[in-house]
């Protein structure tokens, strides 16, 4: 267990709102990541972190942004949402171990109406 | 295209069989990870397999990886319905200071009693 919260848990939003979803760690991993997770799909990976300041585009980034001002939080944000983004959308950590080992948190199960 | 092909999909066994679980790719991978994931969780690291033709056995699981390190499988034996879950492998695809995985899409196991 890597101390990984996620908040909120669940939300509700309309289409066109903006959405912030948090991720919260306690063991100083440098990596961070957000995921979503739609069926027949995996984990598709949206933006990643490998310090404070600095992250970079992943496989569907189209739509998100993400910020990183303490090594512990990593923001994932929609400017405005649409029905498309609705998903799990999961948090990842890792602490830069040879073996490339993540660890998740629980997830945000979004819904945009 | 997903990079990573898992199969089957969906799988669902009598408690007490034994099954195989496949994750296929074109690509080479550095090492390559099994992950299972509980309804409403997370998913949680099983195993990371490294060397090509690599054996790893985690109790009734078994995890290889293939001599060409593209494939690798699990294989449950006497499965029991605590082993239910979302099965989701994934490869080590980091270069430079990016540390990533690629997932596959997963394979929804029910073992019934």
């Known amino acids: 267990d890597a101390g990984i919260t996620q908040s909120p848990r669940h939300k509700v939003t309309e289409t066109g709102t903006p959405v912030t979803l948090r991720c919260h760690q306690t063991?100083?991993?440098?990596?961070m990541y957000w995921y979503r997770q739609d069926p027949g799909h995996g984990l598709r990976l949206i933006h990643y972190s490998y310090g404070v300041k600095d992250t970079d585009k992943g496989e569907v980034s189209d739509g998100y942004s993400v910020s990183r001002s303490k090594t512990e939080d990593f923001l994932l944000t929609l400017e405005s949402a649409t029905s498309s983004q609705t998903s799990v959308y999961f948090c990842?950590?890792?602490?830069?171990?040879?073996?490339?080992?993540?660890?998740f948190g629980p997830g945000t199960r979004l819904t945009v109406l | 295209t997903q990079l990573l092909e898992q199969s089957p999909q969906f799988l669902s066994i009598q408690e007490g069989e034994n099954l195989t679980v496949y994750c296929n790719s074109s690509s080479v991978f550095s090492s390559l990870q099994w992950y299972r994931q509980e309804p409403g969780e997370g998913p949680v690291l099983l195993v990371t397999?490294?060397?090509?033709?690599e054996v790893k056995k985690l109790k009734r699981l078994t995890f290889q990886f293939g001599d060409a390190r593209k494939d690798s499988s699990l294989h449950i034996t006497a499965a029991q319905p605590g082993d239910t879950g979302l099965y989701l492998c994934a490869g080590d695809i980091s270069s430079g200071s990016a540390r990533q995985l690629t997932f596959g899409s997963g394979t929804q196991l029910t073992v019934l009693p």
């Open positions: 990842a950590t890792q602490g830069g171990g040879a073996r490339n080992e993540q660890f």
């Open positions: 063991e100083n991993h440098r990596y």
């Open positions: 397999v490294v060397t090509g033709g």
